[in-house]
């Protein structure tokens, strides 16, 4: 599986981001964003970034190599940061403190580089000050998270796949609630094959 053919299945892009990292219990974790490129098409591909803004970073990565691989990094540290948050929710508990400072420290840089401006039509909208900081990649998804965690419906239908061998999360948007698997056909498929052979198991 590569980054432009992982499934974003979870239903809001800050879970899918986190379920570009596969594997945490083993020993072997599969990180699909290996490097800033990745974390652009990846964003590009959840909608978090424009096209145009994604073509403005791509040209500032290039001429910035070195800034970008810690923007990157910082990146995966927001990530282990929503993960922790989102997990310990998930499972009706309070976040973690350090991992709830990390991600508003990141909220306030973005915060402090985005303006309102004048748009066609009438309505304003949401600007970066500097459109090819580098940054950028991340704010927004510290951003789209901040959104969900502020969502009080949406938090409370925050699960992590029924299946131990998976660690993946999504919103449960289905009308009973239930919800257990990430992919049916991945996990799911899995638990039933489970089932089937205790079962047999039990018999004999
Ligand atoms: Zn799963």
Same mark, same amino acid.
């Given at each position: ?6 499934? #974003?299945?979870? @239903? ?26 990745? #974390? ?25 190599? @070195?800034? !970008? ?6 990146? &995966?540290?927001?990530?282990? !940061? ?19 400072? &990390? ?12 303006? #309102?401006?004048?748009?066609? @039509?009438?309505? #304003? ?11 950028? !990649? ?30 993946? &999360? ?13 992919? &049916?056909?991945?996990? @799911? ?16």
């Amino acid at each position: 599986m590569e980054i432009d053919d992982i499934p #974003l299945i979870a @239903g809001h892009p800050a879970l899918d981001f986190l379920n570009a990292l596969e594997e945490r219990a083993r020993p072997a974790e599969v990180n699909y964003l290996p490097s800033y490129q990745h #974390l652009l098409r990846w964003s590009a591909r959840a909608d978090l970034l424009s096209e145009r803004t994604q073509r403005a970073l791509t040209r500032a990565q290039a001429d910035h190599p @070195g800034k !970008a691989k810690k923007v990157w990094a910082a990146a &995966m540290d927001l990530r282990r !940061a929503l993960d922790a948050i989102f997990r310990t929710l998930a499972k009706g508990k309070p976040p973690p403190e350090d991992a709830l400072h &990390m991600l508003n420290a990141t909220l306030a840089a973005a915060h402090a580089e985005r303006g #309102l401006q004048p748009q066609a @039509g009438g309505a #304003l909208a949401w600007r970066w000050e500097r459109p090819e900081a580098l940054e950028i !990649a991340a704010w927004e998804i510290a951003l789209t998270a901040a959104a969900l965690l502020t969502d009080q419906e949406r938090c409370a239908r925050i699960r992590i796949c029924g299946n131990p061998a998976c660690d993946w &999360m999504f919103l449960d948007e289905s009308r009973t609630g239930q919800r257990r698997w990430c992919r &049916m056909n991945v996990c @799911g498929n899995e638990a039933k094959v489970r089932r089937f052979r205790e079962r047999q198991r039990t018999e004999q």
